[in-house]
């Protein structure tokens, strides 16, 4: 188990998948985060978010540290087998809705960057978010992701065609950010 001032960072429990999947599959959440929310998801999904746990290099549930039996998030860090060479993690993050706006996004996310460069050794983190969700990027500028292109109107949410941001962080900008004393450490324990 891993923490940091408020939350802790934990296994999954094969139990708590339906309801990962239930806050995960709401429609607030899906429309920043899943491509696929125009269809219907079926009893299918759920096997592929277990099987995106199951081999993702590094994941973990999000709970706070008074109530850590229940799940208000989970992050996935994973490195696809073209990218096993140049240690570039895919980061993802979904927060459940009734915990936006208090700062765990921002928590969570410093945490795994630095997991992700301390213990994992990883050479860049990268991901992608919807222009739509400025409170996430927002949190990933402030952890230090930064713009590096745009897939321009591809995708269709709300009857617009939108726009994903690719973003990422190199261990060297990382490293310089910690230096400056401008990343926070949340490791502890």
């Not at 915990?99 to 050479?123: I, P, Q």
Request: net charge positive; charged share 30%.
């Amino acid at each position: 188990m891993l923490t940091t001032d408020r939350l802790i960072l934990r296994a999954y429990r094969e139990s708590e998948m339906e309801e990962i999947f239930e806050f995960s599959n709401t429609y607030k959440v899906q429309l920043t985060t899943n491509p696929f929310f125009v269809a219907p998801t079926t009893p299918k999904s759920k096997d592929g978010l277990k099987g995106a746990f199951d081999i993702s290099t590094f994941n973990a549930i999000i709970a706070l540290k008074e109530d850590p039996d229940k799940p208000l998030g989970f992050v996935m860090v994973s490195i696809r087998s073209r990218e096993v060479k140049n240690r570039n993690g895919l980061l993802g993050i979904c927060i459940r809705e009734g915990y936006w706006d208090k700062g765990y996004g921002t928590e969570a996310m410093s945490f795994v960057v630095d997991y992700s460069f301390r213990a994992l050794a990883m050479h860049r983190l990268s991901l992608e978010v919807y222009d739509i969700n400025g409170r996430a990027i927002a949190v990933y500028e402030r952890v230090g992701f930064v713009k590096e292109a745009v897939k321009r109107k591809n995708n269709w949410i709300e009857g617009k065609w939108r726009d994903t941001i690719l973003m990422g962080i190199t261990e060297d900008e990382w490293k310089g950010r910690v230096q400056k004393g401008e990343h926070v450490k949340y490791l502890s324990g």
